[in-house]
């Protein structure tokens, strides 16, 4: 059910992110001097898109500046645990960071752009597996290392509190791209 979606950008710009945390900063920061200046205290206004922090209540891994994974087995498995994570907290810009090459795909072939694809995942989902999802890990046991820079990670390997099946999470591929794992199948 989650492999169906596609990224609202390309691949070549899923590598070049705008940075919109230093955008925000800048605004924010110049909002400050202004406000100093003038002597008035002034708050900042909301952004006109929710975050991440602001929707799911907990920052993505995209905007926190997190380091790309490893390109080892361990790193594969850390990269698919913060897929997990993000499905289980509904942190799209996560979700659709790490599935961006499989959601584009899956958008080539009719489905619709990640975020919105995603959030009919989030509503597909119960609260228990959320819940579980937020605190899965990866048996290591399980996971496939195809080639150096290819994992699979088969739904057997998820352990959480919930029980999942090839239909209502499935088994991924990552692979090492643009310095990270991504989900590709």
């Excluded at 920052?59 to 361990?74: F, H, I, L, Q």
């Excluded at 961006?100 to 119960?126: H, L, N």
Aim: contains cysteine.
């Amino acid at each position: 059910m989650a492999a169906a979606c596609g990224p609202e950008k390309t691949k070549e710009d899923a590598g070049a992110k705008p940075s919109q945390p230093t955008s925000s900063a800048s605004a924010s920061a110049s909002a400050s001097a202004s406000a100093s200046a003038s002597g008035s205290t002034r708050t900042e206004e909301p952004p006109a898109t929710p975050t991440a922090t602001a929707r799911t209540g907990k920052p993505s891994a995209v905007s926190t500046g997190e380091r790309p994974s490893p390109r080892t087995k361990e790193g594969a498995i850390r990269r698919y645990e913060q897929y997990l994570h993000a499905l289980g907290h509904e942190d799209i810009d996560t979700v659709c960071d790490v599935a961006g090459p499989a959601a584009k795909r899956a958008e080539d072939q009719g489905f619709g752009p990640c975020t919105s694809t995603y959030t009919a995942v989030f509503q597909m989902m119960s609260p228990a597996q959320k819940k579980a999802l937020q605190t899965a890990t990866v048996d290591p046991q399980r996971v496939a290392v195809r080639t150096p820079g290819k994992i699979e990670m088969p739904v057997e390997a998820v352990r959480s509190s919930a029980t999942f099946s090839e239909s209502d999470l499935g088994s991924y591929t990552l692979e090492y791209l643009r310095n990270d794992w991504y989900i590709t199948d």
